[in-house]
């Protein structure tokens, strides 16, 4: 986990000042973020109670160890986030602090 996070924090290094690389970063991490909740919803459905997973998730079940769909859920919902201030920029901190 740590060597992924010194991974995408270089990446952004790099490409953070080229709007054509920084694009092509912000879709690389928004699709990984949701293929990887997408694998969550699917493994929730396929033990028949979406419910229950979410639950599980919530109550931290599969945090230590980590779990598939605990990691899945929660890593995967970071990519997002973090695509998403990624594509806002400047612009949407500068909108969000009036």
């Known amino acids: 986990m740590i060597l992924v996070g010194l ?3 270089e990446a952004l290094l790099r490409c953070y000042f080229e ?3 920084r694009r092509r ?6 699709g990984l973020g949701a ?3 997408a694998g969550f919803y699917g493994l929730a459905f396929a033990s ?5 997973a979410m ?3 919530a109550k931290n079940v599969g945090k230590h160890p980590p779990g598939l769909a605990f990691m899945l859920f929660s890593l995967g919902g970071a990519l997002v986030l973090l695509a998403l201030a990624l594509a806002g920029g400047a612009k949407a901190a500068k909108a969000l602090c009036r």
């Open 7 to 9: 991974l995408i924090g």
């Open 19 to 21: 709007p054509a690389s």
């Open 25 to 30: 970063l912000v879709l690389i991490l928004l």
């Open 35 to 37: 293929l990887m909740v």
């Open 48 to 52: 028949g109670d979406v419910h229950a």
């Open 55 to 57: 639950l599980a998730v």
